[in-house]
């Protein structure tokens, strides 16, 4: 143990998605004024992200001897007896509720109370849920039916983060394009978006998470291909790129939807950048099912790529399914990798000598508009947006 001084007011450790990022934030203001409590905001979307959840709780233990220590977030909700059985463990909080200050006997913080750590890019969790049953995801299980953030609480949390200096604002959520459905009025993403950018005539970027392509409504392809406040960057929860497979995960898309989605944003907008999750191996995929998902990388020309080997979740139809042995799995993800390097690769040669809008972060570099990596100017203030005429391209990043 170092001769470090033990910490002792309030950590939050945050694992998985943009949403958990978002939401542990949140958590961190709520609980400011507490002392010895340690919260673990966990993932369970695979078998390896309840393994860094466990993981992350003993050395969270392991730093603070003294501390509560709470788990909440998706594996709290579907690994609950596991997790309430380790030793390391006081106490699970239900995912649902982790953002009620009555569960954790606190006076709701409002206002200046809500301390806002000055991000760059701040990401704003405006839905949670999902009505969907994709045969592979426990998400449903740890998060509960969709419900969307009303558009005022929406649009005060944008206001408080621009009022600290945010220069990008990124909308996320569970099911990001089934936002406004549950709402009285049953509006849409579109919508939402629409508000946000009347509202805030001074924010220059909007980004959003993942969509899932067959759900976006009309309005909102319109911003997304037309719309130069709406990032050229669109992330599509796709999943696999062969039509047996997308069924038997009961996705509610078409290999030729993607294809014609896409097609049709670049029309109005070339230098939209595509980016996707792909699960690798699957139960029931063969050699020429992987070689579809393999090929959709290319003519979908995707260059953000998240590949997740598939792993069978507890309750889930496809863990009922006949499996893939692991090393052929872990194959087949290496090699969808391999294929969104490589496409990857050729963009960002193509925006060598392409003029780039980018908005500086701490390190001296900054993300462009379609989500490039992108070095700025030596002295470039944090959270400046600058233009950049990169003339290299060097283990990834423009220069
Ligand atoms: S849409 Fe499917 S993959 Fe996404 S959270 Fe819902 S059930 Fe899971």
């Not at 087949?332 to 391999?338: G, N, Q, T, V, Y």
Request: contains cysteine; charged residues 20%.
């Amino acid at each position: 143990m170092s001769g470090a001084p033990i910490a002792s007011g309030v950590e939050v450790h945050s694992l998985g998605c943009r949403l958990n990022l978002a939401e542990s934030e949140t958590l961190r203001a709520l609980l400011a004024g507490e002392r010895e409590l340690v919260v673990v905001n966990s993932c369970a979307v695979t078998a390896e992200a309840v393994r860094q959840t466990r993981q992350a709780i003993r050395r969270a233990r392991r730093a603070r001897p003294d501390a509560r220590l709470l788990v909440t977030g998706c594996a709290a909700e579907v690994e609950r007896t596991a997790l309430a059985a380790m030793p390391e463990v006081d106490g699970l909080v239900a995912n649902a509720r982790k953002l009620d200050p009555r569960v954790w006997n606190v006076a709701p913080a409002t206002g200046t109370a809500l301390t806002t750590p000055r991000h760059t890019r701040a990401f704003i969790a405006v839905q949670n849920g999902c009505d969907h049953a994709c045969t592979f995801c426990v998400i449903p299980q740890g998060r509960g039916p969709s419900r969307s953030a009303p558009v005022a609480e929406v649009l005060r949390e944008v206001e408080r983060h621009l009022a600290t200096g945010a220069a990008e604002i990124v909308l996320t959520g569970v099911d990001l394009t089934s936002w406004g459905h549950d709402l009285p009025n049953a509006s849409s993403l579109g919508a939402l978006v629409d508000a946000v950018l009347a509202a805030f005539p001074g924010l220059a970027r909007l980004r959003l998470s993942s969509l899932d392509g067959v759900e976006i409504d009309p309005l909102l392809f319109e911003l997304l291909a037309a719309e130069p406040r709406v990032m050229p960057h669109v992330h599509l929860s796709l999943q696999h790129g062969h039509d047996l497979i997308l069924k038997r995960m009961k996705r509610r898309h078409s290999r030729a939807d993607a294809l014609l989605l896409v097609e049709r944003l670049r029309t109005g907008r070339p230098e939209i950048a595509i980016g996707a999750d792909l699960i690798a191996g699957f139960p029931t995929e063969d050699d020429a099912m992987h070689e579809a998902n393999r090929a959709i990388i290319r003519e979908l020309s995707i260059v953000h790529g998240h590949v997740f080997p598939y792993s069978p979740r507890p309750g889930t139809p496809a863990a009922r399914m006949p499996q893939q042995d692991r090393p052929t799995i872990l194959r087949r993800a290496a090699e969808l990798r391999a294929e969104v390097s490589a496409v990857r690769g050729r963009w960002l040669a193509k925006l060598v000598g392409q003029p780039q809008r980018v908005l500086a972060e701490a390190d001296g570099a900054g993300y462009s508009e379609s989500f490039a990596r992108v070095a700025v100017p030596q002295g470039t203030a944090r959270g400046a947006i600058v233009s950049v005429m990169p003339q290299t391209l060097e283990a990834g990043l423009l220069a």
